[in-house]
């Protein structure tokens, strides 16, 4: 799927409360992996575009990009859990989110899906050992899948 189909079907939800994104989860690969974040955290997907970089950002942080007049930093997925560094290409995407009142950008590989885990099929995450385990809400459940579910404010926070 491209990035605008991603962003036609985050635009026909229902975000009229809460309550409706409640379980929603938008998952997204980044190398072999596929993680997922609440979807109320969602703005909008747009294509991957020129990043301006800025000084003295930790090496996660690729920068900002300008989005219809908004500047709007973006980290790298990849960098940020030490992941080796690919091309970007077609299916690289922008996940704008909005958490505590910020609007940043998480670039991640391919964007998969909008889907739903309710709460009994969410597992707490394994021991936090590993280095992308500080980000980690939980571990869900999709049929004979598991999605890596992340706390998208510790990723900027943590």
């Given at each position: 799927m491209t990035a605008e189909s991603h962003l036609d079907m985050v635009a026909g939800m229902d975000v009229s409360s809460e309550d409706t994104?409640?379980?929603?989860?938008?998952?997204?690969?980044?190398?072999?992996?596929?993680?997922?974040?609440?979807?109320?955290?969602?703005?909008?997907?747009?294509?991957i575009q020129k990043i301006n970089e800025v000084p003295d950002l930790p090496g996660y942080m690729k920068g900002v990009i300008n989005l219809r007049g908004r500047v709007i930093p973006v980290m790298d997925i990849r960098t940020r859990f030490g992941m080796s560094d690919r091309d970007y290409d077609e299916r690289t995407c922008i996940i704008v989110v909005h958490v505590d009142g910020e609007t940043s950008g998480l670039i991640i590989d391919e964007v998969k899906e909008?889907?739903?885990?309710?709460?009994?099929?969410?597992?707490?995450?394994?021991?936090?050992?590993?280095?992308?385990?500080?980000?980690?809400?939980?571990?869900?459940?999709?049929?004979?899948?598991?999605?890596?579910?992340?706390?998208?404010?510790?990723?900027?926070?943590?």
């Amino acid at each position: 799927m491209t990035a605008e189909s991603h962003l036609d079907m985050v635009a026909g939800m229902d975000v009229s409360s809460e309550d409706t994104l409640h379980g929603k989860f938008l998952v997204f690969k980044v190398g072999s992996e596929e993680f997922g974040i609440e979807i109320r955290h969602v703005t909008e997907i747009v294509g991957i575009q020129k990043i301006n970089e800025v000084p003295d950002l930790p090496g996660y942080m690729k920068g900002v990009i300008n989005l219809r007049g908004r500047v709007i930093p973006v980290m790298d997925i990849r960098t940020r859990f030490g992941m080796s560094d690919r091309d970007y290409d077609e299916r690289t995407c922008i996940i704008v989110v909005h958490v505590d009142g910020e609007t940043s950008g998480l670039i991640i590989d391919e964007v998969k899906e909008v889907t739903e885990i309710a709460d009994n099929q969410i597992e707490p995450p394994p021991g936090r050992s590993a280095q992308t385990g500080q980000y980690v809400k939980g571990i869900g459940k999709v049929n004979d899948e598991v999605k890596i579910l992340l706390d998208v404010q510790r990723l900027f926070y943590a």
